[in-house]
Nanobody, 118 residues
Framework: QVQLVESGGGLVQAGGSLRLSCAAS????????MGWYRQAPGKQRDMVAT???????TYGDSVKGRFTISRDNTKNTVYLQMNSLKPEDTAVYYCSATEFWNTEHLYWGQGTQVTVSS
């Protein structure tokens, strides 16, 4: 079992920045990939960014060049640096993680609200 706790969300004006953090606990030794997803009201949950050791991170098209995902394995924490925020970035942001033995199963955090005002 893996537990994920997000933090760092809030209200920011368009053009501003936020840094989200996600701390993993529990069975952390088997974590392969961590990532960020977001979901706006009435919309599907979309991938924002993912990262795994030894490979180039992936990003959703709408955030490329603006968001950066990073990972600190010693702290079991993944970060999402969000710059040049736009109102359309407003959503609940969820942290995710997969394990080596079952990459099809995603663990989820509770989410943190990000609101970007125009």
């Amino acid at each position: 079992q893996v537990q994920l706790v997000e933090s760092g969300g809030g209200l920011v004006q368009a053009g501003g920045s936020l840094r989200l953090s996600c701390a993993a606990s529990g069975r952390i030794f088997g974590i392969k990939t961590m990532g960020w997803y977001r979901q706006a009201p009435g919309k599907q949950r979309d991938m924002v960014a993912t990262i795994a050791n030894g490979v180039t991170p992936t990003y959703g098209d709408s955030v490329k060049g603006r968001f950066t995902i990073s990972r600190d394995n010693t702290k079991n924490t993944v970060y999402l640096q969000m710059n040049s925020l736009k109102p359309e970035d407003t959503a609940v942001y969820y942290c995710s993680a997969t394990e080596f033995w079952n990459t099809e199963h995603l663990y989820w955090g509770q989410g943190t609200q990000v609101t970007v005002s125009s």
